[in-house]
């Protein structure tokens, strides 16, 4: 096990860190049989924790304030709003960590003392992509702040609400070998290591498939894992996202036909009639599920499924509903990318005959 982080038992980031390893992995995997449980479905078919090395994470949200003329950067502390000060991260990736300190020297000059607000950071290939969330407006004195700012930190793109304070380059990401160019806010899987995971296992329970729906598609996560093999429809509401998936796909030689698709799958899933023309589907909806979508894959004729979730209470809820529908789930693999959190993710499949 790790060291304990110097902030553990005052941030809120981390709550297991004090636990054995086995003991650790034991708890997560416990949190999918319990919700597997509460729906009358049985704990067989679940593998022990995948979990991510320490220090892997590419996306978080600083919180920022000015104190007495102190600039704090980190997170919550635990059941506060008070932030921690971060001298020291387990999680993130060095280079995410590595922002902290050139974040207090900007905010220090630009901050007025009481402000405060959050940074999404993301870590992507090229350099980082920063959005802001505060009270502040928008000027040229503030762009001019961070213009300079930005190349000194390696910072490709930085964002006010929805306003572009600095874009030295658009944020680009691998998945696969598709290179992403990134909206700003795009979904990502929180760790490499854990994308990678989840894309194998998906494409392993899919095998063979000739035609498969990706629902919830974002960026093109599972679309890129799959498409080298099979042709793939990728269905996402969000514009930027689908936008970007479908501009890599078209840019990148060697991939089965991808089509695209903006629909809201909450409000109008997929039927089961459209689902017929195809041979598998790989959903990973949002932490609240796919409860409608997983109606209308019932009542189809699908066979495959591989369901990628956040969430292993709406998973497991979805999960009684295919399988009273004939389904029968197969391997269910908690992965652990939120490390020393109460979060844990999974993938799974389904077959029916």
Known sequence: MNALCNHFGICGGCTYQDIPDEAYRALKRDAVVRALAKQGLSDAGISDTAE????????????????????????HSRASHDIVDMRECQVL??????????????????LNDGEAGEIHAT????????????????????????????????????????????E???????I??????????????????GEILMQKQVAE???????????????????????????????????????????????TPGLKPVTTE??????????????????????????????????????????????VSCSAESFARDARALTDAGFQMGNVIPVDQFLWSEHIELVASFTRC
């Open 176 to 193: 696969g070998v598709v290179d992403v160019a990134l909206p700003s806010g795009a979904f990502l899987q929180p760790t490499r290591e």
């Open 52 to 75: 991510v090395a320490p220090k892997s994470r590419r996306r978080c949200v600083f919180k920022i304030a000015k104190r007495n003329g102190a600039i704090l950067v980190g997170f």
């Open 262 to 307: 903006k629909r809201d799958l909450f409000k109008i899933p997929l039927s089961a009639r459209e689902l017929n023309v195809f041979d598998a589907v790989v959903l990973d909806p949002p932490r609240t599920g796919a409860a409608a979508q997983v109606a209308q894959i019932a009542s189809s004729k699908l066979r495959r499924l591989a369901y």
């Open 123 to 166: 870590e992507a290939d090229n350099g980082f992509d920063m959005a802001l969330r505060w009270k502040r407006k928008p000027s040229p004195a503030l762009t001019s702040h961070f213009a300079q700012w930005a190349q000194r930190a390696g910072v490709v793109r930085v964002l006010s609400g929805n306003n572009i304070l600095v």
């Open 93 to 110: 990736t060095p280079g995410l960590f590595g922002l902290v300190e050139p974040l207090r020297a900007i905010m220090g000059q630009v």
């Open 205 to 251: 329970m899919l095998a063979g498939a000739k035609s498969i729906a990706d629902l919830f598609a974002g960026c093109g996560t599972f679309t890129f894992a799959l498409a080298p093999k099979a042709k793939v429809h990728a269905v996402e509401f969000e514009a930027p996202m689908l936008k970007a998936l479908s501009d890599a796909a078209r840019a």
């Open 168 to 174: 030295l380059a658009q944020p680009r990401l691998k």
